[in-house]
């Protein structure tokens, strides 16, 4: 009986390791994602399966849909991702990871987003949904033109700018030497940690607004 269970396992993980897929954009005719000419070995659709990856190897243009990601989206160094219009949409256990330069309207991460080192990220509105992971490494840079929501985990590295709104609900990590600026409206809920290691900086634009209660929070 166990000799069978561990057999039925192991054909099962082998099913699944079949039906995994690597996805390769290389912009072989233009720039725009929706072209199945640009990849190899294959078109994956908008919505990148549980199992799946999505390499981004060239410059890649979106615009009229959201890409949304149950699996996994890499932006190669080199690479930029960009839409003036188009979401991002990460789902719970699904990752995006960047090396490059992602550009697009707003980022929903209800997963797992990595700003490798050097990278750069700039996006009208990032919300990090409650369980989310954000890592800003070193080097990196990560601005938003609006509103940046924190609900998981954000461990800041580098330079990190809130165009407009800031708001910190659970965990916000500014680590060693880290810069945070804000522009517009702070909210700091009383759940949430902004914890700030040696040499971190917070910036504060002229037009940002401090409550009162959250002012010793910040600079404690």
Known sequence: MKKFIIITILLTLVQIAAKAKDYYFLASEDYFYENPANWYPSYPGTEVAADDQVVIMSDV????????????????????????????????????????????NQVENRGIFINRISAVFHVNDYFARSGAVTNNSLKAQFTTIGNLINEGRFDNYSQC???????NHSVF?????????ISGEILLSSEGELNQSTNSAILLGSNAKVPVQDIEKMFE
């Open 61 to 104: 243009y979106f615009t009229g849909y959201d890409l949304k990601v149950a699996g996994k989206l890499k932006v190669m160094l080199g690479a930029k991702m960009s839409s003036a219009e188009g979401n991002v949409i990460i789902a719970e256990g699904g990752s995006m990871d960047n090396e490059g330069e992602i550009l697009v």
């Open 161 to 167: 700018t809130a165009g407009k709104n800031f708001e």
């Open 173 to 181: 990590n500014q680590i060693r030497n880290s810069q945070l600026e």
